[in-house]
Nanobody, 125 residues
Framework: QVQLAESGGGSVQAGGSLRLSCQAS????????MGWFRQAPGKGREGVAA???????DYADYVKGRFSISRDNDENVLSLQMDSLKTEDTAVYYC???????????????????RGQGTQVTVSS
């Protein structure tokens, strides 16, 4: 059973925008915290953004002011709006969730137990 499924990745020029979506099962969408992390070739996982069930958000410094995380509670969809994209944003992006406990911040997202298969984002100069 697929719990999280990302979509919306693609190729864009630097300065452009993309919007990622993550369709979650009802079970997962009730999680305490959800978020996005990314992994570029040859690099480790890095947190991007997190959103608490109560709506509180947190962003990594390297995306703050450019990315926006949101959740649609009617459709069980987690989204990531990415603007002013840079070449260094190129990576596979994953949505992730944790049902209970732990911290809800961007740094914690790569360690969340539930995660999707990822979607590729490529930013060219």
């Amino acid at each position: 059973q697929v719990q999280l499924a990302e979509s919306g990745g693609g190729s864009v020029q630097a300065g452009g925008s993309l919007r990622l979506s993550c369709q979650a099962s009802i079970y997962i969408f009730g999680s305490r915290c959800m978020g996005w992390f990314r992994q570029a070739p040859g690099k480790g996982r890095e947190g991007v953004a997190a959103i608490h069930r109560d709506g509180k958000v947190d962003y990594a410094d390297y995306v703050k002011g450019r990315f926006s995380i949101s959740r649609d509670n009617d459709e069980n969809v987690l989204s990531l709006q990415m603007d002013s994209l840079k070449t260094e944003d190129t990576a596979v992006y994953y949505c992730a969730a944790v049902r209970h406990g732990g911290d809800c911040n961007s740094q914690s997202v790569p360690d969340f137990p539930f995660r999707g298969q990822g979607t590729q984002v490529t930013v060219s100069s």
